[in-house]
Structure formats: structure tokens, C-alpha cells
């Protein structure tokens, strides 16, 4: 059983950044970031592929960085440029798939309990 525990999470004026973190006691290959926005559906954030490799979904694409630091069993999502459309409650997960190019919720196992990010205007 994994466990997944997301921090940094905070309140920050748009233009702002933060740093999320997700502690995890053992990670699969393949790990992304999710986030849910209030009545909207979990959407996927960033993947990050056994080698490092990332891919971002279009709405975070140059503004975010995913990262991992496999000796720590670590996440990481640096978030820069923040919107108030970032608003959301941000989740790491991790699958024994081989996931490629994008996250579908479907195909993670493990996930954290999650971490709220507000962005004010």
C-alpha cells in the first residue's frame, strides 16, 4: 500500500508562485499531478515518467514545473505565474501502469489527500 502527502499549498495573489510537495512512502513509475476546482472534474496537471520525463496538460504549460527526487520518494510541482483559474485542490497520485503522453484518472491507484491552492485577482 502507498501513501502519498501532499503539502504547500496556500493562498497567493495571481502573478504569485508556490511550491507543492508530496511525500510518498514508495512511488510507481508513473506519477502525475491533478487538481479539482470546485464543481468541476479532477483534470490532470503534469505527468512524470520513469526516465524524469515531464508533460504538461496546455493550461499550465510554461508556467508549471514537475519534478521527483527518486532517493527521497518526493514530488514536486513549482507553480509560477498563478491565475485565479489555478484555484483548486491539488492531488499527487502514482500507478503501476505505464502511463504515457497524459493522466486518466482511471489508471491510479494511490492517491494523496490533497492540498488547496487559492489564487485572489
Known amino acids: 500500500q502507498v501513501q502519498l502527502m501532499e503539502s504547500g499549498g496556500g493562498s497567493v495573489q495571481a502573478g504569485g508562485s508556490l511550491r507543492l510537495s508530496c511525500a510518498a512512502s514508495g512511488l510507481y513509475d508513473s506519477v502525475c499531478w491533478f487538481r479539482q476546482a470546485p464543481g468541476k472534474e479532477r483534470e490532470w496537471v503534469a505527468l512524470?515518467?520513469?526516465?524524469?520525463?515531464?508533460t504538461y496538460a496546455d493550461s499550465v504549460k510554461g508556467r508549471f514545473t514537475a519534478s521527483k527526487d527518486n532517493a527521497k520518494n518526493t514530488l514536486y510541482l513549482q507553480m509560477n505565474s498563478l491565475k485565479p483559474e489555478d484555484t483548486a485542490m491539488y492531488y499527487c497520485a502514482t500507478s503501476s501502469r505505464t502511463v504515457l503522453g497524459a493522466c486518466p484518472r482511471w489508471a491510479f491507484e494511490y492517491w494523496g489527500q490533497g492540498t488547496q491552492v487559492t489564487v485572489s485577482s
Open positions: 512524470i515518467n520513469r526516465n524524469g520525463l515531464t
